[in-house]
């Protein structure tokens, strides 16, 4: 994990001073990891989960299990959820996105983080140099860098399949949440999301009438 990552989960977990039951979704055994925040030093309990295999390190335990389908945690069971650099290698990332939502708490506090695209404004300096070039060269072929932005190279583990705007962010990721906000670092862009999941539960739940 790129340090810049994970100084800015670090922020928005000490914002929210979270210190209950932590989930951390594609943790891994070293330093790096979500687990080894700063700020959640001192929550309760810390667990994570990898499809790739259960392991150890230093104060707690990684899971092996699919984010897909995590029948090893009863409903509502986390204050916080932690997920970075894992929806772009999930083909059913939704069917994580939906899991997440079955195991957080009402109130509690998720965070996301996946490589994206944006406008940014090294994008528009090479946008007007490729167009000037064109014009005076009097050829074509620079519209398609005209027309494109920068995103982060492939790196399949084991699959590459997906980059997200900030619109999926808002609209798809944190749909229902509140306390929503994108934080963008990094150049090709990566995206780290977090809201408040379910406060507006107990409304959508309650029976009509």
């Known amino acids: 994990m790129h340090p810049a990552v994970f100084q800015v989960f670090d922020e928005i977990c000490r914002a929210h001073n979270i210190r209950g039951d932590v989930?951390?979704?594609g943790a891994t055994p070293d330093g790096s990891t979500l687990l080894n925040l700063p700020s959640r030093a001192r929550a309760r309990e810390r667990i994570g989960i990898n499809k790739s295999g259960a392991s150890r390190f230093e104060s707690f335990a990684i899971l092996q299990a699919d984010a897909?389908?995590?029948?090893?945690?009863?409903n509502q069971h986390f204050d916080a959820v932690l997920c970075n650099a894992v929806l772009e290698h999930d083909p059913f990332f939704w069917k994580t996105l939906a899991e997440i939502r079955r195991v957080a708490r009402v109130g509690a506090l998720i965070?996301?983080?996946?490589?994206?695209?944006?406008?940014?404004e090294s994008d528009k300096r090479l946008r007007?140099?490729?167009?000037?070039?064109?014009?005076?060269?009097?050829k074509p072929d620079g519209w398609p860098r005209q027309h494109s932005t920068l995103t982060l190279g492939v790196h399949n583990f084991p699959g590459d399949y997906y980059r997200f705007s900030e619109q999926?962010?808002?609209e798809v990721f944190f749909a229902g949440m509140t306390d929503v906000t994108i934080r963008t670092t990094l150049?090709?862009?990566r995206f780290v999301g977090a809201g408040i999941w379910g406060a507006d539960v107990r409304k959508?739940?309650?029976?009509?009438?």
Do not use: K, M, Q
Not at 111 to 120: Q, W
Not at 128 to 138: C, H, I, Q
């Open 168 to 170: 999926t962010f808002r």
């Open 68 to 74: 897909n389908h995590l029948d090893c945690f009863p």
């Open 204 to 209: 959508l739940a309650a029976p009509s009438g």
């Open 128 to 138: 007007r140099w490729l167009a000037s070039l064109a014009r005076l060269t009097r």
């Open 23 to 25: 989930l951390e979704i």
């Open 111 to 120: 965070v996301i983080g996946a490589p994206g695209y944006a406008e940014l």
């Open 187 to 189: 150049v090709p862009p």
